[in-house]
């Protein structure tokens, strides 16, 4: 029996890899249930961009397709350009536009995207945070605001 060939993390994956950022994560998906999760930050990226900082369960292909993402584009652009959660039901079968064929091979349904915006300026986008689920599910207005609130604990992680 062979095994499909190991895809390798490409350069800016490897470079913008943050492993505080990466054990905050795994404990943030592990709380919340979660199968799948990202955080892209607003910083070392490109004006008008956000780079993958850490992912927890993405398959490498998915961490190098999502390396970089223009503000506005897949899930975690999306949710950086409109300055609020983007959540979908049903990932995979989604026909919004907003969820991507890269995002699409992390195998989740229910997903759902975080803006967290620095504390000393609420207007100023620190880092998306990404959460997928196994199932298809649908998120009320408090189970967002709980995420909202869970997800602003990584600035914790960037004061430490």
């Given at each position: 029996m062979?095994?499909?060939?190991?895809?390798?993390l490409n350069e800016t994956v490897l470079r913008n890899a943050r492993p505080e950022i990466a054990a905050w994560l795994t404990a943030f998906v592990e709380r919340h249930g979660g199968f799948v999760g990202s955080v892209h930050l607003a910083e070392p990226?490109?004006?008008?961009?956000?780079?993958?900082?850490?992912?927890?369960?993405l398959p490498p292909a998915v961490q190098n397709g999502t390396s970089v993402i223009p503000i506005g584009k897949g899930m975690a652009g999306t949710a950086a350009q409109r300055r609020a959660p983007v959540a979908?039901?049903?990932?995979?079968?989604?026909t919004s536009g907003v969820a991507v064929r890269q995002g699409r091979a992390a195998g989740s349904k229910g997903s759902?995207?975080?803006?967290?915006?620095?504390?000393?300026?609420?207007?100023?986008?620190?880092?998306?945070?990404?959460?997928?689920?196994?199932?298809?599910?649908?998120?009320?207005?408090?189970e967002i605001e709980m995420y909202k609130k869970s997800a602003a604990t990584l600035l914790d992680v960037r004061a430490a």
């Open positions: 062979s095994s499909a060939p190991s895809i390798p990226a490109e004006e008008g961009e956000i780079v993958l900082a850490a992912a927890h369960n979908i039901s049903d990932f995979p079968s989604d759902l995207t975080i803006p967290v915006f620095t504390p000393d300026d609420d207007t100023r986008l620190f880092a998306v945070v990404g959460l997928g689920f196994k199932d298809v599910r649908e998120f009320a207005d408090d």
